[in-house]
């Protein structure tokens, strides 16, 4: 074909004559899903975390609520059961509020995070397995839906009472407790290997921005944790289910199967990302970059090592602790010593933060999030040093040999503390620190997470409640410990051994002010969460996240 001759087509359009066989028309393009179904079958990392902080923050919202409830139940020792109707449902609900507070709002609240801030902190595109974090989100969330409704159907986590709790719920409790479980066990496991393998090329493991270190310790305890709280669940439908010749010790109540992840050391692993939050947090107000990074590398590390608990199960204790060959987890020395060095690395943190703001030459930038990562700190120094007097009867019994008509006095207290309020005070003091700095980070990253900035005087106005009530909690259970106010409000006689008309319902009293605030700052917060989601992205937001 030469250039001046044209094809047969060419001439009879030409000629107006158009009527050659149609040609295929190429595949339509495909077009991402929108509304529900975005979310539904979503992979992107940063809709998972979204999502995460979304339903954590409103099942911390229901935890603060049961623990409400429960503050008014122990406000009116007088009367008992003001609220409940009898002391199973106390129960119940003492064990959602820890399963829900725990599993289902911190520890999720801060996989959201990871999920979406830490491919952006690599350079990465997303995370190492989109489609397994897409999978443990949904199985974390229809587990929780699941406990909480099997829980309010008479179940929990079994019963104080013969025959009160329901056996169907009681099951339904324990698997749906597994899938919880399951589900951050892989959320935890895409964090961890994202942090591994997603790093470019240059970029060792002590080249990580603060945060993404802490989230590799955590979920690396995690991954070690987990996986003995699912066996714990296992061993505990072994007992419901199986012939009496296989049973543990009886599948009454298998909260006792699970009460370590809520106790001393490992209440302290769900926090270990409070740690990174606050160093980023903390310099970013000074206006710095850490400084000595090797060193608060090496504080975490240890601080992970020391927290996880998965070791200190009371549940297989001795039947007679009273036994001289008797084995009693909370009296031995590797339960003291972790307690003397988790103690021993906050503080040794808290050096750390004193160094940077000394270095940094310069008064830092009051930000809605250097209040709370503040009060966070505090909290878990207090927490630390609650842990520490929970121990200082074993660790100091030495001088009760020594001299007991001397130390006698002092010991008899010290004993009382191990099953006194004083072991729910640590756990709301530590758990409570692992919230704010969690809501510190989400206002820290919400340019980047969510599209814009969080409104920083609807957060000032939510500090004062969120860090005002979370110290009132911890304290109120932590004095009320050395009043002789039982852990166990449920227990036959706890409840109206206490004097109604002392000291201890005042602080009761008290404590149930600080649930109130605690739950009006998480509403602020989930206020100027949504707030931030339903409004377009800014010009800063954009940049950043192009950045």
Not at 361 to 367: A, D, E, H, V, Y
Not at 472 to 483: E, Q, R, Y
Request: proline content about 5%; hydrophobic content about 55%.
């Amino acid at each position: 074909m030469t250039l001046t001759e044209t094809r047969p087509e060419a001439e009879a359009v030409a000629a107006g004559d158009d009527s050659r066989p149609a040609t295929q028309s190429s595949a339509p393009q495909w077009t991402p899903p929108t509304g529900l179904a975005r979310f539904l079958s979503t992979g992107d990392h940063m809709t998972i975390g979204q999502m995460y902080v979304v339903f954590s923050l409103v099942l911390s919202g229901l935890a603060l609520t049961l623990g409400m409830l429960m503050g008014i139940e122990q406000a009116d020792i007088d009367g008992g059961f003001g609220v409940f109707s009898n002391a199973n449902e106390v129960f119940q609900v003492f064990g959602l509020y820890r399963t829900t507070l725990i599993l289902c709002g911190l520890v999720p609240l801060f996989l959201g995070l990871a999920t979406a801030i830490v491919p952006r902190q690599l350079g990465a595109s997303s995370v190492a397995f989109p489609r397994a974090a897409a999978a443990a989100f949904w199985t974390w969330l229809v587990g929780a839906v699941a406990h909480i409704v099997a829980t309010f159907s008479y179940g929990g986590l079994g019963s104080v009472q013969a025959g009160a709790a329901r056996e169907q719920s009681v099951e339904l409790t324990v698997l749906s407790l597994g899938l919880i479980g399951l589900g951050l066990l892989v959320g935890s496991g895409v964090v961890f290997t994202t942090l591994v393998t997603q790093r470019p090329a240059g970029m060792d493991l002590l080249q990580m921005p603060a945060f993404s270190w802490s989230m590799l310790v955590a979920t690396g305890v995690w991954l070690f944790s987990l996986p003995v709280l699912l066996a714990n669940l296992v061993v505990s439908w072994v007992d419901m289910r199986g012939a009496d010749a296989l049973a543990f010790g009886g599948g009454g109540a298998p909260f006792d199967q699970v009460a370590w992840a809520f106790d001393a050391p490992q209440v302290f692993a769900w926090t270990i990302p409070l740690l990174g939050i606050t160093a980023e947090v903390f310099t970013a107000a000074h206006r710095s970059t850490p400084k000595m990074f090797e060193p608060m590398a090496f504080i975490v590390g240890v601080f992970g090592f020391f927290s996880f608990g998965a070791w200190a199960q009371s549940f297989f204790d001795s039947a007679d602790p009273t036994a001289t060959d008797a084995h009693v987890v909370t009296n031995e020395v590797l339960f003291t010593a972790f307690a003397l060095a988790i103690a021993l690395m906050v503080v040794v943190y808290g050096g750390w933060l004193a160094f940077n703001a000394y270095s940094a030459g310069q008064r830092p930038q009051i930000t809605p999030q250097f209040a709370l990562v503040t009060v966070s700190g505090a909290l878990l120094t207090a927490a630390a040093v609650t842990g520490v007097l929970r121990v200082a009867e074993p660790a100091l019994g030495v001088l009760r040999e020594a001299d007991g008509d001397i130390w006698r006095g002092f010991f008899d207290a010290m004993d009382d503390l191990e099953t006194s309020s004083l072991v729910n005070g640590l756990m709301n003091l530590a758990v409570l620190a692992g919230l704010l700095a969690a809501v510190a980070g989400l206002f820290h990253w919400a340019p980047k997470m969510l599209g814009r900035s969080l409104n920083a005087p609807l957060g000032f106005l939510a500090v004062l409640p969120l860090a005002g009530g979370a110290i009132l909690v911890g304290a109120t259970d932590v004095l009320g410990g050395f009043f002789d106010q039982p852990n166990r409000p449920f227990e036959t006689g706890s409840i109206g051994d206490i004097d109604a008309l002392g000291f201890v319902e005042a602080l009761n009293v008290i404590g149930l002010i600080g649930y109130i605030a605690v739950l009006g700052g998480l509403a602020l917060v989930a206020l100027n969460v949504a707030r931030s989601l339903g409004a377009a992205p800014t010009a800063e937001a954009e940049s950043e996240g192009a950045a």
